[in-house]
């Protein structure tokens, strides 16, 4: 279901999401104009959580660059022309907006549409992780029957319709299905860390929270993007359960257009 007890992870891999808040819930972890500018240094950044910056996501990135540890040069992909306005207004904020330009700002994202990196289609919300946790859950069903998944073996599998590899920590295995955090890819946890190879595998659902867009009714066909999601892709699924802000989608489908 989709309010489950959060589990404690065991982070060997040292790959924890310290996620700015953007959720009216979060306790702040910055002060309320940093955290303020930190969340739109977010929004403007490729939102690929590849890691190349040497941060674990773009959150952590976007914190940074506030913080003024780190500088926009250590995002390659904000060199790149498609991301240049973007790359042009993180320097603008990081100059000194005020904190009613902030604010605008984020009034005009939030009536913004929320559009996909991959194909550009418009989501109908974003899903993020269900509160306390670092990702959103998704639900895998391996296609080698061979596989014996444990709690807490990092897998490395490629999800049925998409080109990258990922790497995840397995929470729950129950009648097949495989309930897993996103840990990310290879150079963000180490050569050193030891994972099983689930080869390619079928996400049958995803569990987390609706922050932006619209809360939609259980059994409706929805498009959504994960937020963890490295590619920035639409997804599109059916709400099979919601309860409060937090919903379980399955059905799930790249094949969005």
Request: aromatic letters at 6%; a negative charge; hydrophobic letters at 40%.
């Amino acid at each position: 279901m989709c309010l489950r007890t959060p589990l404690t992870l065991k982070v060997d891999c040292k790959m924890v999401f310290e996620s700015i808040p953007t959720h009216k819930h979060d306790s702040p972890t910055l002060g309320d104009r940093r955290q303020a500018i930190a969340r739109q240094i977010y929004r403007q950044l490729p939102g690929l959580n590849c890691g190349e910056c040497g941060y674990t996501n773009c959150t952590r990135f976007a914190a940074a660059l506030v913080a003024g540890d780190a500088e926009t040069t250590r995002c390659p992909f904000l060199l790149q022309d498609r991301f240049k306005e973007n790359n042009a207004l993180v320097g603008e904020i990081l100059s000194g907006k005020t904190g009613e330009e902030i604010k605008d700002a984020e009034d005009t994202e939030e009536e913004a549409g929320i559009i996909g990196l991959i194909d550009h289609l418009v989501a109908d919300f974003v899903l993020s992780p269900l509160r306390g946790e670092p990702s959103c859950r998704e639900d895998l069903h391996p296609f080698d029957i061979e596989v014996r998944a444990e709690v807490g073996d990092i897998l490395r599998y490629r999800p049925w319709g998409c080109p990258i590899t990922h790497f995840a920590e397995v929470l729950e295995v129950a009648h097949g299905i495989v309930t897993v955090h996103i840990v990310g890819p290879l150079h963000r946890l180490g050569r050193e860390i030891e994972w099983k190879d689930a080869g390619l595998c079928m996400v049958i659902g995803f569990e987390g929270m609706v922050t932006r867009g619209d809360m939609p009714d259980v059994g409706a066909t929805v498009r959504f993007l994960p937020e963890h999601c490295m590619m920035g892709k639409v997804h599109a699924g059916v709400i099979v359960h919601s309860e409060g802000d937090c919903v379980r989608i399955e059905g799930i489908d790249l094949k969005v257009w």
